[in-house]
């Protein structure tokens, strides 16, 4: 006698999916079809990290150069990489989707949930509901474990001559999109454009550069110079800078202004001792672009003020 | 030298609004500001809810009827309702809007504020990107604290022969969006549109059934008969309804299928422990509808089968 609602059969989908890939809840625990989730709580002492991102058609992707597959993946992807930037771990995400009548609804869910076994970070609860733009808005929680000398990472801690290291070159996300804005490639995942398509949350250097005494810390989202200048602002200091990080196929200004590379920018006392533990955990090591200097706001190239960039949302 | 986005300027207000109305993060704790917002473990043993839910322009919220003050106070409370509805409490939000140029994010704050502030659940992170069409996305995480024979409430605990109670009469709701459609009473927010505009979560009303014994319990986002019927497909049960409570100025349909009232439907084995101690608690008297039977789907009202209506957001 209960007639179906259309989103009840969406929803039934993305509760098979998320069970079929990314298992059942643990004992005691509730992760869809109730009111809200239910989650054991974090280990005691855990600090609790949680963060928040939209994904926007139009503004963030483009769906004529990305499937829906790759948006739930950089959906979920950018949330993860906020507590990355952090030096935490992900526990469990909410995803929130709102769009159009006819979305295909599982291939936007392969994505989420490959982002998500990837990351190790099931999806627990979410939302669906109708809008004329597909809007994707992920909420994940996770944990700042270890002792309390090695707290969750701000962009506020960097110091005055801490040598400034970002954990990859920059701008291939900027150079990928070219690509396929430029016809080539728009199948290839694995190729050119990946970095645009499929970025990565650098969790594992984020975790290691907690725990070699990394002062401050953040990912690139917005590009090199404009994210550098906000942990430069959080932090009252200024940066010389020796060299931009340039990302195989990118430009110089790809990697200033790109965006959307989730790299770590880390500013640390010791990079000698960052390199070991990253050697040591078998991570590529990172590369060092500058150091921190005492005057605020201003950052230099190879000595000549660096106008800053960055990849601006349209608002 | 950092050209400021036009996100910033947006972000700051929205930052400032926050501390000023909600307070400072504690010591220990970061809110805003950084990559994600950092906050103290809940109390060893207590569970921790959370959930998600999307308010959109056009689809929940008619923005010529109803102020963005309004539309914020709603997107927080309805988040914060599926908690109710476990019986817990909220600990805090993440708030993620995405919405047009120029899109009045004071007026919008103010009323998530509100909300935040009356319910006691912080916001403490968020995001902001461009939209064509205003999207609010809150995140609500709380905990269900109280002895391990008191979890948090499903809805799948029902028995066959439970009470079936609600908190209070339904269809205001849609009473009020009749009115304001109709030309009355658009800037009475304490009249007979404010059930409409400016729902309240039952926080109090939730605690208090948990704590004695309900056995399954939900908020009434869609209407009394969907989702009774939900409480009861997830129980495996029947209903034989003795009465529709109906609020003032609506009529049995709008109690029936007009939703958004965010009432709780509670199924409980002893009523009379119920009323006493939401008696004790200061709390309206539950209302008594009926009673679950074995018949699964099944649901008559005073003997007759009742057809199944509800709320239908387009999809």
């Given at each position: 006698v209960v007639p179906p609602k259309p989103e009840d059969a969406i929803v039934q989908v993305i509760a098979n999916t998320l069970e079929t890939k990314l298992g059942k809840a643990p004992d005691g625990e509730v992760w869809l079809g109730d009111d809200s989730a239910v989650l054991a709580p974090p280990r005691p002492g855990d600090l609790v990290l949680t963060s928040i991102d939209a994904t926007v058609e139009g503004v963030h992707v483009d769906l004529a150069l990305a499937s829906l597959s790759d948006v739930g993946w950089k959906a979920l992807t950018v949330a993860v990489s906020d507590l990355a930037a952090m030096g935490g771990r992900p526990s469990y995400a909410l995803v929130s989707v709102s769009g159009p009548p006819g979305l295909d609804f599982p291939l936007l869910y392969e994505g989420l949930v490959g982002a998500a076994a990837t990351w190790g970070c099931p999806i627990v609860g979410g939302d669906v509901t109708a809008a004329d733009q597909l809007v994707i808005s992920v909420a994940v929680t996770g944990t700042s474990p270890g002792?309390?000398?090695?707290p969750p990472v701000r962009r506020s801690g960097a110091l005055v001559g801490d040598t400034l290291l970002v954990t990859g070159p920059c701008g291939a996300s900027a150079a990928g999109l070219r690509l396929l804005r430029a016809?080539?490639?728009?199948?290839?995942?694995?190729?050119?454009?990946a970095p645009h398509r499929r970025p990565m949350a650098r969790l594992a250097e984020g975790w290691v550069a907690r725990r070699s005494g990394t002062n401050a810390m953040m990912d690139i989202s917005d590009g090199l110079s404009i994210d550098l200048s906000l942990l430069l602002a959080a932090s009252g200091l200024g940066a010389a800078l020796d060299l931009v990080p340039v990302a195989p196929g990118a430009t110089e200004a790809d990697a200033l202004?790109?965006?959307?590379?989730?790299e770590l920018l880390m500013a640390v006392a010791d990079p000698d001792r960052v390199l070991v533990e990253f050697a040591a955990a078998g991570l590529r090591p990172p590369l060092r672009i500058g150091r921190c200097t005492g005057e605020p706001g201003i950052i230099t190239l190879q000595g000549e003020v660096l106008p800053i960039t960055g990849w601006q949302h349209t608002f």
């Open positions: 002792p309390p000398e090695q016809g080539h490639g728009p199948s290839d995942v694995h190729g050119l454009a202004g790109g965006g959307e590379d989730y």
